[in-house]
């Protein structure tokens, strides 16, 4: 298609029906897939995050990158988070939980992470679509996604490319996370806002 028909009235309104339709797609299925998910399990987690001396975050990709922004979250409350693979993140010991995420609960990097980390006598809590994964098989938590595995480009669980539900529903259950624990903190959004980076 010419750029000329691109930015023809047809067009754009063409355009615009397609964003329509495929915003209402997107959201719809994670809402869909967000109210699957248990509020036990995401409890359970909660509590991990609430009684660990530091925390720990992995994930690859965008799964990584979603773990990422919940941790600035997490420090904005005043906990001590750290990112594995940064430069400055410290050795795991008893007491600290590592939190990870992995759609198919099968990446290498992570399930090593995992499983080093519990070597070492911390805790493990786990975003995952696989109850029955090695990343499972090692945490003390696990918060099961329904959404499809990357790699299951079949499947009936969502319309959307490869893991993008799994990414979606992990932000917006970390972020709920986040409030949960705020509701619990007498902190100011300003006292949180003094913990934002001023170095931007």
Do not use: C
Request: aromatic share 4%; hydrophobic share 50%.
């Amino acid at each position: 298609m010419s750029v000329t028909a691109e930015t023809s009235p047809a067009g754009l309104a063409g355009t615009s029906k397609a964003l329509d339709r495929n915003r209402a797609l997107v959201l719809g299925e994670i809402r869909a897939a967000s109210e699957r998910v248990d509020p036990v399990q995401v409890a359970a987690l909660v509590t991990e995050l609430r009684l660990a001396d530091r925390i720990f975050v992995t994930g690859a990709g965008r799964s990584g990158l979603v773990l990422k922004m919940a941790a600035m979250r997490l420090m904005h409350l005043g906990l001590t988070v750290h990112v594995v693979g940064e430069t400055t993140a410290p050795a795991i010991r008893a007491g600290d939980l590592l939190l990870a995420a992995s759609g198919s609960g099968t990446t290498a990097g992570v399930v090593t992470a995992a499983e080093t980390a519990a070597a070492q006598g911390a805790r493990v809590a786990a975003y995952t679509t696989s109850s029955g994964s090695p990343l499972a098989a090692v945490a003390i938590a696990v918060v099961l996604i329904p959404a499809a595995q990357k790699t299951d480009h079949g499947s009936a669980a969502s319309r959307q490319y490869s893991g993008s539900l799994f990414e979606q529903v992990l932000f917006t259950t970390t972020e709920a996370v986040f409030q949960s624990l705020w509701d619990d903190d007498a902190a100011s959004p300003e006292d949180l806002w003094q913990r934002h980076a001023n170095l931007e």
